[in-house]
């Protein structure tokens, strides 16, 4: 496609479960991060992947976040034991990579609504 | 470690009135600043860069180092320019600068 690709667009899950979040970036690109955007919050980084590894995962909230990236491409967060205050809208950027400009291209975002 | 403050959650002004939208940031090292824009059911992209010193959709922004500030302006505002506007930095972090690190956001509403 020709912008970055996230699902679920919306999910509601109740407390406990596990979710799981999908991107898809743009092709040729080979920096991936993942933002949570919640209200009185502003973006929050979460995780940076340069290819399939993560040098940055300072911004996981707790050990029930995880991330990986396969094949250089498609990354999947994943939310363990889901509490209410996990609720956000988590986006997806993608960027070349080959010389950080600033630039990042979203996703439209997953919406997730724990109850 | 880096931050950026943006005071105003929300900013209301009218058609055709100046605006300003405030960005403070506070990092040790030589930074470079970015204005993200989020219009309504779009996308969050980038708006512009201090770096290149452009002027897009009639917005400008200085970065004033004394004063630590990176305000973005616009001389006669226009009801499509209403959207939530972050202000973000990046800085080198071990050697080589590959995030952003944004505000909270204004919401900027311009009324006819």
């Known amino acids: 496609g020709a912008g970055v690709s996230q699902s679920p667009s919306n999910k509601v899950t109740e407390k406990g479960k596990d979710v799981e979040l999908r991107c898809d970036p743009i092709?040729?690109?080979?920096?991936l991060y993942w933002y949570r955007q919640s209200l009185g919050q502003g973006l929050e980084f979460l995780i940076y992947?340069?290819?399939?590894?993560?040098?940055?995962k300072s911004g996981l909230p707790s050990d029930r976040f995880s991330a990986e990236r396969t094949g250089g491409s498609v990354s999947t967060l994943t939310i363990q034991r889901t509490q209410q205050e996990d609720s956000a809208v988590y986006l997806c950027?993608?960027?070349?990579?080959?010389?950080?400009?600033?630039?990042?291209?979203f996703g439209e975002g997953s919406r997730l609504t724990v109850l | 470690a880096q931050r950026v403050t943006q005071p105003e959650k929300l900013l209301s002004v009218f058609k055709g009135a100046p605006v300003e939208l405030k960005c403070n940031y506070s990092?040790?090292?030589?930074?470079?600043l970015f204005w993200y824009v989020q219009y309504s059911r779009q996308r969050l992209q980038l708006l512009l860069r201090?770096?290149s010193r452009e002027s897009i959709k009639g917005f400008t922004a200085d970065l004033n180092k004394g004063e630590t500030s990176f305000h973005l302006k616009k001389p006669f505002a226009q009801e499509e320019d209403s959207a939530m506007y972050y202000c973000?930095?990046?800085?080198?972090?071990?050697?080589?600068?590959?995030?952003?690190?944004f505000g909270k956001g204004t919401l900027l509403t311009v009324n006819p």
């Open positions: 201090h770096i």
């Open positions: 992947f340069q290819g399939n590894s993560a040098p940055d």
């Open positions: 973000a930095l990046s800085g080198r972090s071990g050697g080589s600068n590959y995030k952003l690190t």
């Open positions: 950027a993608s960027s070349l990579g080959t010389r950080f400009t600033g630039e990042l291209f």
């Open positions: 990092y040790s090292g030589s930074p470079e």
């Open positions: 092709s040729g690109h080979t920096a």
